[in-house]
Each structure stands twice: as structure tokens, then as C-alpha cells.
């Protein structure tokens, strides 16, 4: 404002010098916001919340494989996906709404697929993400893992305040054994496992999706429309009945 004044009360350079400090003002303007959101969405090591692990059917550094995750549909299902997640990574939970729910009613009900969902928190910008992960995992002593895999993602919005003990309750957990499991860090281990064999495999961002047969696995970061997973477990699908 200062400078469109000089503008108004002086010679044509004057002008000149004031319409530069106004454009410089907002390329520096411009810059300052683009690098707070930048550095809103991804964490010190450089993991993002916005997918990246190369473009659609990319071959990682190395597949991932299952560790002794819980498998959601049948253990024989010829097609795997393998996707590595963080609870409160909102491209996360798009992948959970509009296309794991209808992978699960299209492939895996027909057990063509199986699902397998192994954690990777992204510490720096998603602080609660471990923890939601770890109370998970303490989910599985009671068969309850996928259910509570759901009920996270559901309430997302309330994850930083959620009382991960009283949920367990709501889903017909053992209160006492499930609270004696999240206390003692059962399975810290466990999720750290999950988040060094993503690094291995070349995830960058979450969601970090594979599509895994044959042995040989195809990478889909993000949370892509489920027309692009439908192509590529087709395809698998297909090469397999050859």
C-alpha cells in the first residue's frame, strides 16, 4: 500500500520502483505460503501424506511381503494388496472409503483378493498415527483387528482425543486385556517393523499401495480411483489364467 501511494504522488519512476516492490511483494508473498504448506504435508525425513512411490504399475525397490500381518479375506486368494497407511493420513482414509470398501465387495468376497494393511506413520505430521497403529494391532488378540482398522478410519476427525481403550470396549473387546496390551507397547515393534519394510519397498507417501501376483508386485501410490485398482487386479487376474 505504501508503495501504490509513492505511486500516486510522484514522477513516472517513482511509479516504476513502486509497481516493482509490489510484485516482488507478492513472489515473496506467494513463496512463504507455498512452503508453509508444503511443509504442512510432509515430515522432516520427507514422507508425505500424498502418495509417492513413482507412477501407477512402477516395480518397487523390493516387494513387500506379509509379515505375520492379519489377511483380510481368504489367505488363497490369488491377488494381494498390500497397502502401508497412517490412520490420520486423510488420502488414507479416501483410499478407505471410496475403494477398499469396494475391493472388498467386488474381489474379495469372490476371493480373488486378499487385503493386507501394514502401518506407516508419519511421525512429524501425524503425532497420534503411531499410537492409533499400535492400539490396532492390540485389536488382533481379540479378532477384532479389522474392525478396529475400520472404526479408525471412521473417526479419523477424532483420533488426536479418542480413547483408544473405550472403543475397544464399544467393538466387544476385554477392556482390561486390551488396555494391559496398548500400555505395555506390545506392538511398537511391530509397527516400526511395518514402516522400515515400507521404506524398503520405496514408499514415499501414504497410501502406499501393491498389487502383488505371481510374485511379482506393481506399485500404485496413492489413493487412486478404484477403476485403476480394478485394471490392474483384472490384469493380474488375467495373466494368472494363462
Known amino acids: 500500500f505504501v508503495a501504490i501511494l509513492l505511486c ?3 514522477g513516472k519512476s517513482n511509479a516504476i520502483l513502486a509497481a516493482s516492490i509490489v510484485t516482488a511483494a507478492f513472489i515473496i508473498g506467494g513463496a512463504l505460503v507455498w512452503s508453509t504448506v508444503a511443509g504442512d504435508r510432509s515430515d522432516k525425513t520427507g514422507l508425505a501424506d500424498v502418495g509417492g512411490i513413482g507412477e501407477d504399475g512402477d516395480t518397487p525397490s523390493k516387494n513387500p511381503e506379509i509379515d505375520d500381518d492379519v489377511i483380510f479375506g481368504d489367505a488363497d486368494a490369488p491377488v494381494t494388496l498390500i497397502e502401508f497407511g497412517d490412520y490420520q493420513c486423510p488420502f488414507c482414509k ?3 472409503d471410496e475403494t477398499e470398501k469396494l475391493l472388498r465387495d467386488e474381489y474379495v468376497k469372490a476371493g480373488k483378493l486378499k487385503i493386507v494393511y501394514r502401518d506407516f506413520p508419519l511421525d512429524q505430521i501425524h503425532p497420534y498415527a503411531r499410537r492409533a497403529a499400535e492400539a490396532a494391532e492390540c485389536a488382533r488378540d481379540e479378532g477384532k483387528y479389522w474392525a478396529y482398522h475400520d472404526a479408525l478410519f471412521t473417526r ?3 483420533i488426536p482425543v479418542l480413547d483408544f481403550v473405550k472403543l475397544a470396549k464399544d467393538l466387544g473387546l476385554s477392556e482390561s486385556e ?3 496390551c496398548v500400555s505395555s507397547g506390545k ?3 511391530e509397527v516400526e517393523n ?3 519394510e515400507g521404506l524398503a519397498a520405496g514408499v514415499t507417501g501414504t497410501p502406499g499401495n501393491f498389487i502383488i501376483a ?3 508386485a506393481r506399485s500404485l501410490p496413492g489413493a487412486v480411483p478404484y477403476a485403476t485398482f480394478k485394471l ?3 490384469q493380474a487376474l488375467s495373466e494368472i489364467e494363462r
Request: aromatic letters at 16%.
Open 232 to 234: 490392474f487386479i483384472d
Open 187 to 189: 506392538y511398537a515393534a
Open 178 to 180: 486390551f488396555a494391559s
Open 156 to 158: 479419523q476427525a477424532e
Open 194 to 196: 511395518d514402516l522400515q
Open 214 to 216: 505371481g510374485g511379482s
Open 8 to 10: 500516486m504522488n510522484s
Open 94 to 96: 479416501k483410499m478407505y
